[in-house]
């Protein structure tokens, strides 16, 4: 199953393996012929690239001509490879030799000196020819970037270009003027594959093309259904029951409609041009409708493995039955729209087709798939409507952008076709296609290899203990390493996709952007200049930035961390200083974006740090202390805490400014940062210390002190939640008039057990002590009684 990635993958850049393909077959063929003369066959082959610029071009020769000057390079940079070896025995060869004599000394030899010189030509020689190969790759590289630009501006104009409304006449008048030219242009096409047809008919070429129709027919007709089965039943039989082999079997639907398709479409051409009866017109023709073809056929059992119609248990997207039901039809229409839009695209750039007949077919073409896609939303909508409530799903977040961005590209598609703008009508169509194809393969293989990895790493599965046992890997660890590797893997996935879908026509969305920044010009605020596609940049990268900080923070909280040793403070001081680290990394790439230099901000700069010098200190102070608090660790989140200010209870999370304490009563202490640094606080929880429970027992001074001391000191030993070590003890601490005092001390695991523990030990303690008719010494009674007044009379008489 590991060459099922890479062969889905490479599907999505089918097109651009036909471009390396006619880079290769355009490249000179360097080993065949001498380094000099390989190096004048690629300076004639710039030459006339250049040459060839200076003429208007459309898009397509553009495209050849760039895919010329990039193999260009790529032969020149083989070539400075190649001669470095030679320049290294050259040199290695005259070090052998010595230097040359000095002035005045004995000459050499008559032989050495002819050695010599004939070395010394041939490394200069070498040499030139290094520093020319060089040059070409230089000037190959700039022409390839030049070229680029040049299709850029191509393709801008072509976006901007409008012609009139498809509701006017004049927007009809000229497809109908220039039909006629059109339909001989045609027909000359016609009549020269009728013509290559007939010479593949004749006896050298027919008994091959008959083969090879044979064999195309029978892949079409069971060779589909037999490859499938033999890879489910492969599937089913080496593959553990679970995720990965629902994903296995949705990809191996995916890719057989793909190879039997392809190969029956491969065979085709095959036959018809077995002994090159094609020119090269049509033989090109028939090579991108090859490619087409195994396009659509991509399509079609991508959307096939994904709705899995007649096999819901199969099915990856959380979609019920009725939805998956109602969506069958669109990925045959869809691939039938783009194979059509191909075909047709491709023979009038190869006819010639006039201007008007090719923007009417665009626009055409742009209506039915913008048209199909907004059927597919609507009803995809409208089934989600009439599904159960207890059946449907929450749809993902991702997923409601997805399909917000696709029903306001279809709007966008059509109202650029009413109102004259038909290329960035069919641009977007195209796009839109484009891009959903790409999130349906990258779905399915993120889906495809995260089931793999978690079925390889997994501590409870077959792989998963071998690799424990040949390793010696605790489980967390394993599980740990599973959770970073689907990570890169996910993450890795996206980005590909993401590359893929900004160029997969040789444009990017920078050049959606040439307008707006032409339109509005060099505005300027101070020295920041105010660059529209800088703004949106800039708006893109904070956005995307926000957003995969939150999902890096949430899968370390939630996945990674959890399955690491470290202590859950720990676990939040790293998501916390990785959230501030980010941020500032956010805001650094936001202003880069932006194209902010020290200059523009350094009013910025003297704002602040006058704001600091008169309000702000505590502010700045607070959040220094934050970073002291995160790195230094004196208090973390989950200890138990006791401030001078009467503040006590636990740490429940430290912020940029402040630590929230959660008091015994469930409520919330906000303390400044700064307090926890300058202030004495005393931390109950910090490195893991022992809980202490101490009772004083007082008992009459009659009692037996040495079974006291034995029978508290065995409830102590007994009871589960203490230690052994440090050992419980019981001393007599004190002798007064009427009673002595017992100091009952016991340590247990936390000190948040205290209270427990000793609640505990009082019950069975007091118990005890009855049943051993044991009294406790009780307060000693005071009798106060009031005396009668005196008698006045004898007071008087005194």
């Not at 030509?121 to 030139?128: E, S, T, V």
């Not at 069971?222 to 990965?244: C, N, Q, T």
């Not at 839109?432 to 599965?461: E, K």
Request: with cysteine; proline share 5%.
């Amino acid at each position: 199953m590991s060459r099922l990635p890479r062969l889905a993958l490479s599907l999505l850049l089918i097109f651009g393996a036909a471009t390396l393909h006619a880079q290769d077959s355009a490249a000179p063929d360097t080993a065949a012929v001498s380094p000099a003369q390989a190096l004048d066959q690629l300076g004639s082959q710039l030459d006339e690239v250049k040459l060839a610029l200076k003429n208007p071009t459309p898009d397509a020769p553009l495209a050849d001509l760039r895919s010329t000057a990039l193999a260009v390079q790529d032969q020149s940079r083989q070539l400075t490879t190649s001669l470095a070896p030679q320049m290294t025995a050259l040199q290695a060869q005259l070090a052998v030799l010595g230097p040359a004599p000095a002035k005045g000394a004995p000459a050499e030899a008559p032989e050495v000196a002819a050695q010599r010189r004939k070395l010394d030509k041939a490394q200069a020689d070498l040499d030139a020819q290094i520093k020319q190969s060089q040059l070409l790759n230089q000037n190959a590289m700039q022409l390839a970037a030049q070229i680029t630009g040049l299709r850029n501006d191509q393709f801008q104009a072509r976006l901007a270009s409008r012609t009139p409304t498809p509701f006017s006449r004049a927007f009809w008048a000229g497809p109908v003027r220039t039909f006629p030219d059109d339909l001989v242009r045609l027909k000359r096409l016609g009549t020269r594959f009728a013509a290559a047809v007939n010479d593949a008919w004749q006896p050298p070429n027919r008994q091959p093309l008959l083969w090879c129709l044979a064999a195309a027919v029978l892949l079409l007709a069971g060779g589909r259904w037999v490859l499938e089965r033999l890879l489910l039943a492969l599937a089913a039989r080496h593959v553990p029951d679970g995720h990965l082999r629902r994903s296995a079997m949705a990809t191996a639907v995916a890719l057989t409609a793909v190879l039997t398709t392809g190969l029956a479409a491969q065979l085709a051409y095959t036959g018809l041009n077995w002994n090159d009866v094609l020119d090269d017109d049509t033989q090109n023709l028939m090579t991108s409708l090859v490619r087409l073809v195994c396009l659509a056929a991509f399509i079609t059992g991508l959307g096939r493995a994904l709705l899995s119609v007649r096999r819901p248990s199969w099915r990856l997207p959380a979609l019920s039955d009725l939805t998956a039901q109602w969506l069958q039809p669109f990925p045959w229409l869809l691939a039938a729209a783009a194979l059509l839009a191909g075909m047709v695209e491709r023979t009038t750039r190869t006819i010639g087709t006039s201007l008007p007949a090719t923007v009417a077919t665009r626009g055409l073409f742009a209506l039915v798939i913008s048209g199909l896609i907004g059927a597919a939303l609507w009803r995809l909508r409208r089934s989600r409507g009439e599904t159960d409530h207890s059946e449907a799903t929450q749809r993902p977040v991702w997923g409601s952008l997805l399909v917000a961005a696709a029903s306001l590209g279809v709007v966008v598609s059509w109202l650029c076709v009413a109102t004259g703008f038909i290329a960035m009508a069919f641009f977007l169509a195209r796009q839109m296609l484009w891009v959903g194809l790409i999130f349906a393969t990258t779905y399915l293989l993120v889906h495809l290899l995260t089931d793999l990895i978690n079925t390889l790493l997994s501590p409870r599965g077959r792989g998963g203990q071998q690799l424990q046992a040949s390793l010696t890997l605790p489980s967390h660890k394993l599980e740990q390493a599973n959770v970073l590797l689907v990570g890169i893997v996910r993450v890795g996935l996206v980005l590909v996709a993401l590359a893929t879908v900004l160029t997969p026509f040789g444009a990017g969305p920078g050049d959606l952007l040439v307008s707006a920044r032409q339109t509005l010009g060099n505005l300027k605020l101070g020295e920041l200049a105010i660059n529209p596609a800088s703004i949106i940049t800039a708006v893109l990268v904070l956005l995307a930035g926000v957003l995969v900080l939150r999902v890096l923070k949430r899968w370390l909280r939630e996945q990674l961390l959890p399955k690491s040793a470290m202590d859950r403070g720990m676990q939040e001081s790293i998501i916390t200083l990785l959230g501030y680290l980010g941020g500032l990394l956010v805001v650094v790439l936001t202003l880069a974006a932006l194209q902010v230099d020290l200059k523009s901000i350094a009013w910025i700069v003297s704002a602040l740090s006058v704001g600091i010098g008169f309000g702000l200190q505590a502010i700045v102070q607070n959040f220094i202390s934050g970073l002291i608090l995160l790195v230094e660790r004196p208090v973390k989140v989950g200890d138990w805490v006791s401030l001078s200010s009467d503040v006590e209870g636990d740490i429940r999370r430290i912020n940029v400014r402040a630590t929230e304490i959660q008091m015994w009563d469930r409520s919330t202490v906000i303390v400044p940062n700064s307090q926890l640094i300058t202030q004495n606080v005393r931390n109950v929880t910090q490195a893991n210390a022992l809980g202490r429970v101490q009772i004083k027992l007082p008992m009459p001074l009659d009692t037996n002190a040495g079974k006291v001391r034995e029978l508290v000191l065995g409830i102590l030993r007994a009871h589960h939640g203490t230690l052994a070590t440090p050992a419980p003890y019981v001393q007599l601490e004190n002798v007064t008039a009427g009673a002595m005092t017992f100091n009952c001390v016991a340590y247990v695991g936390s000190p948040r057990e205290v209270g427990g523990v000793k609640s505990d030990l009082l019950f069975e303690i007091l118990e005890r002590l009855r049943s051993e008719k044991l009294p406790m010494s009780s307060p000693q009674s005071m009798l106060v009684r009031t005396l009668p007044p005196l008698d006045e009379s004898i007071d008087g008489e005194g």
